[in-house]
């Protein structure tokens, strides 16, 4: 199964913790993970926690307009991408949750 999610919540909100979790357990069930961030969550990619998740197989993208009007600076092996690749990400899912 591919699981999508977006996640438009900085990351003192309790939806970053949700997000990691579940990202956690879907790669540990063998299941693909992507996530699109926007708005004020593409601060997320400066969480540590939230970062190692790439290490686990998860795919993260980020709206880079959004990272740019917020001056976030790049992070190895985040796609800096557009809605585009949130349409593909909801498009290809089996799954598609959001928190926002």
Do not use: W
Request: hydrophobic share 40%; net charge negative.
């Amino acid at each position: 199964m591919k699981l999508g999610i977006l996640l438009t919540t900085s990351p003192e909100n309790e939806n970053t913790n949700t997000v990691i979790e579940i990202s956690k357990a879907a790669r540990e069930q063998g299941h693909d993970v992507s996530i699109f961030l926007m708005y004020d969550g593409v601060y997320n990619v400066n969480k540590k926690e939230f970062a190692e998740l790439i290490n686990k197989g998860v795919e993260i993208t980020i709206c880079a307009f959004n990272a740019e009007q917020r001056r976030v600076a790049k992070v190895d092996g985040i796609l800096f991408g557009s809605q585009y690749d949130h349409a593909c990400i909801a498009n290809s899912a089996d799954r598609f949750i959001s928190f926002g």
